[in-house]
């Protein structure tokens, strides 16, 4: 068995990967990369193709087109090297709810052959030490979720794959894990994770893949998402007598800055706001639907 | 970053797995206690002898038979000396493999053999009839008598047989569940004494030892139901194993954590190699250990009860692979596993009953099991007497593993 050696510069190297289920082509043609320490958010609504790529990328599916390299070794051949360095958090929480949190990460971490695994911290971290030795059968699904990400971070991967990781959970939980998130980029894992939240991705990632139909539609980073398709103007409200009058100001046309100086000296200004265009306005825009379908 | 993991240390985590799920689910706990209380209830309450005594009814009594016939025997040649010693014989007197019951009316011997009445004898051998209907005391200091056939002789049996009467009528009464072949043994001993009497020899040359017997002979030395169950109950261990064995894959499959464990460096085969040492091991563990505590090992028979079992654990824990990767949820896994086992008991039922097994039930793969495990446990048979049924239940347990194999892997690969 050979250690890695290679430290690529994109640590997920996806290319033309393809997959079907049956006659249904569920990932068709789809290409991208993933940077050490970057966050790749995977937008899309359900049955988009998101969780088939990380199915393909972490093994569990093998591609029927294209190719990816994970740390610059090629998927699709069982390969205990690419294994050892991920990090994978399934949608469905498949954890052993007859074991402790604390035995949970222990087993996972022999399976990556860790003599003695800091499970007590990777709890600390998510919060879950005081509940180290309950059953995971009894943890609610927000401590559940948490269990799913710590033990995904077990192996102190270079890769992590998550896959929804705060569906259906309350802001607070969500956001503790989005923090925990963020340190392990940090750190420098490459992250690729899999939302239809598009606030999530807007919070959380360096780029956005919007993926529709099994294709990415669009990928960059969220600013320049917005700056490209979204309108460039800014909407000023201002008093109208009785009422409250609206006026949208294009930012690219010649007396942009003579208008807005103009305006903002009325005594009748009330507000005034960008008119960025959010990612889900975005994705509408081009594949006309929206995220929750 | 890690070290790689050597094969040995997954399968090794995995086991540990395996047996932290065992030990803390209730269900497996409370389905292996009750199955070793049961092993072990169901083995000593069962007789541990078996009474070969024939009980048999005759109306009217022998002595009736006798005096009344007493001028016909003369007529045969008997001696006034051999009519005393006839007269004075205790024909009741419970002889070694039967006991006789004499009754005064043959509708009375009708009655307890069809069970209206009962029969209770005191140790001076008198007869007491009791009719259960009426409520009357059970008699004190007797003991009841099971009586399952009778013979209902003419009084005048021996004078009329012995001058050729054609239409002397004998009956012969027998409970429902006493088995035809006994009914028509004593027409024939009927038929033969009657024979005798007439003067007329049966055509049939009997050797002087009465009669020879193929094979161990087994009079005075019957298997008794103790030392017949004792094959069922180590088969019984297995069959349990393999439903704790097919609840756990499933809850693995169900709930997914499979998924979870293949995303790291284990591989199929690793998970695969952990069930198969784990099932394995539960159930050949648990069979030997109450083989043992039922004595059933001795000098020679310890080899082929060893690999009996192994091979049988092995069988059960490809069958635990086929129903845990079969069934979708827990009643789908319990109605496969009623589906594949039910089949696979049906040989461990059929040694309790008497009589050849049928062509079809041996050609089930669990029958080489059972055949194996009866020649060891009851006839203490040796590796060199049970090498065909074992090979045969190798070649059932290649089956039967192998597709349990490429069921649980082609299931754990698709999810």
Known sequence: ????????????????????????????????????????????????????TIKMLTGQLTPKGGTARILGREI????????????????EKNLYLNMTALENLDFHASLF?????????????????????????????????????????????????LDEPTDGLDPVTSAAIRTTIKQEA???????????????????????????????????????????????????????GEGVREEHIPLDSDDTSGRLAELAASPDLLTIHTEEATLEAIFIELTGRGLAG | MSRPVSRRAIIGALLKKELIAYSRDTLYLV?????????????????????????????????????????????????EEQLARLDQADLTRKQPGLDLVEFDREADMAAVIEGRLEAWRTDDGELILRDPATGEKKPEGATR???????????????????????????????????????????????????????????????????LV?????????????????????????????????????????QRTVSAVLVTPARVSDLLAAKTIFGTGLAFGQGIIVLALLGAFTASNWPVLVLTMLIGATMFTGVAMIVGAAGKDFIGQLFYAMLFTMPLLIPAVSILLPGSTAAWVQVLPTYPIIEALVGATVYDQTLAQ?????????????????????????????L
């Open chain 1, 1 to 52: 068995m050979t250690q890695f050696d290679a430290t690529p510069a994109a640590a997920i190297e996806v290319d033309g990967l393809c997959y079907s289920y049956g006659d249904l082509e569920a990932v068709k043609d789809v290409s991208f990369g993933v940077r050490p320490g970057e966050i790749l958010g995977f937008l899309g609504p359900n049955g988009a193709g998101k969780s088939t």
């Open chain 1, 76 to 91: 699709g051949h069982d390969d205990p090297e690419i294994q050892a360095r991920i990090g994978v958090c399934f949608e």
């Open chain 1, 113 to 161: 052959g860790i003599k003695r695994p800091d499970s007590m911290e990777i709890l600390r971290r998510v919060g879950l030490a005081d509940r180290a030795k309950d059953r995971v059968s009894t943890f609610s699904k927000g401590m559940r979720q948490r269990m799913m990400i710590s033990r995904a971070f077990i192996n102190q991967p270079s890769i992590l794959f």
């Open chain 1, 186 to 240: 940090e750190r420098g894992a490459a992250v690729l994770l899999t939302t239809h939240d598009m606030f999530e991705a807007d919070a959380l990632s360096d780029r956005v893949a919007f993926i529709n139909e099994g294709r990415i539609v669009a990928i960059d980073t969220s600013e320049n998402l917005k700056l490209k398709y979204g309108k460039r103007s800014v909407k000023i409200r201002l008093r109208d």
């Open chain 2, 31 to 79: 389905l292996t206690a009750m199955t070793l209380i049961l092993v072990f209830v169901l083995f000593w309450v069962l007789p541990d002898s078996v009474d070969e005594t024939i009980t048999l009814a005759v109306s009217p009594p022998v002595k009736t038979l006798v005096s009344e016939g007493e001028s016909s025997l003369r007529a045969l040649g008997a001696t």
């Open chain 2, 145 to 211: 008598l099971v009586i399952d056939i009778g013979i209902a002789f003419p009084a005048r049996f021996i004078g009329e047989v012995a001058a050729g009467a054609r239409d002397v009528r004998v009956t012969v009464y027998s409970d429902a569940t006493v088995p035809e072949e006994i009914q028509s043994a004593m027409k024939s001993f009927i038929r033969e004494a009657a024979y005798q009497l007439a003067g007329a020899k049966v055509p049939v040359t009997m050797l002087d030892e009465t009669s």
């Open chain 2, 214 to 254: 193929l094979g161990t002979d087994r009079a005075g030395d019957q298997i008794s139901m103790r030392d017949k169950i004792v094959p069922l109950l180590a088969f019984i261990i297995l069959l349990m194993e393999t439903f704790s064995m097919s609840s756990l894959i499933s809850v693995e499959v169900l």
């Open chain 2, 386 to 414: 049970l090498w065909q049924p074992l090979a045969y239940g190798a070649a059932w347990l290649v089956v039967l593993y192998g597709t349990g194999l490429v069921t649980l892997k082609r299931k754990v690969e698709s």
